[in-house]
T-cell receptor, first 110, second 112 residues
Framework: QKEVEQNSGPLSVPEGAIASLNCTYS??????FFWYRQYSGKSPELIMF????GDKEDGRFTAQLNKASQYVSLLIRDSQPSDSATYLC??????????FGAGTRLFVKA | SQTIHQWPATLVQPVGSPLSLECTVE??????LYWYRQAAGRGLQLLFY??????ISSEVPQNLSASRPQDRQFILSSKKLLLSDSGFYLC???????????FGDGTRLSIL
């Protein structure tokens, strides 16, 4: 059974701090990795994707991938109250399905 | 650009009634299409996916069915709803393997 594991949280950080969200996956052959943000009552929205080992930066967001450790993370710099949401890690293992983690709830305190 | 439309946004149905939720994608051809259900405070449960017209793969045996009558149209149906069918139903598409999925706005279904 291919799995994606995330800490459910909630993760609470003060405004302006760095939020660090982590995810591990079980299928060593996984090739594509995605982060989605889901506000309460809304559908998931893609915010980052990464295919290669290392870091990928987009504005305040940085995705980090370590295939040897089967670990992917999302850093949010200068966290804002508007970043409060559930963050879903998703992994494409090369088949027709994408495996989603259950999500980590993030609260950014003003 | 590509867009995905899903309707209705909310639906309240009595137990035992039928269901039809529709999803269409614009701006792309032969997308992979997906139906998910999300219970309150829970993760995404994959229900069905389709990689082509008339092709449906079912992930969870239940009283739901799906159809893909046209390339960019995906329909979720039930002949007789159960209380346990309540939830947030999400349609998603992606261009091909390895690409991210993109979600519609979802349908919040309440069964009374």
């Amino acid at each position: 059974q291919k799995e994606v594991e995330q800490n459910s949280g909630p993760l609470s950080v003060p405004e302006g701090a760095i939020a660090s969200l982590n995810c591990t996956y079980s299928d060593r052959g996984s090739q594509s990795f995605f982060w989605y943000r889901q506000y309460s009552g809304k559908s998931p929205e893609l915010i980052m994707f990464i295919y290669s080992n290392g870091d990928k930066e987009d504005g305040r967001f940085t995705a980090q991938l370590n295939k040897a450790s089967q670990y992917v993370s999302l850093l949010i710099r200068d966290s804002q109250p508007s970043d409060s949401a559930t963050y879903l890690c998703a992994v494409d293992t090369g088949g027709f399905k994408t495996i989603f983690g259950a999500g980590t709830r993030l609260f950014v305190k003003a | 650009s590509q867009t995905i439309h899903q309707w209705p946004a909310t639906l309240v149905q009595p137990v035992g009634s039928p269901l039809s939720l529709e999803c269409t994608v614009e701006g792309t051809s032969n997308p992979n299409l997906y139906w998910y259900r999300q219970a309150a405070g829970r993760g995404l449960q994959l229900l069905f996916y389709s990689v082509g017209i008339g092709q449906i793969s079912s992930e969870v045996p239940q009283n739901l069915s799906a159809s893909r009558p046209q390339d960019r149209q995906f329909i979720l149906s039930s002949k007789k709803l159960l209380l346990s069918d309540s939830g947030f139903y999400l349609c998603a598409w992606r261009r091909e393997m390895g690409q991210p999925q993109h979600f519609g706005d979802g349908t919040r279904l309440s069964i009374l």
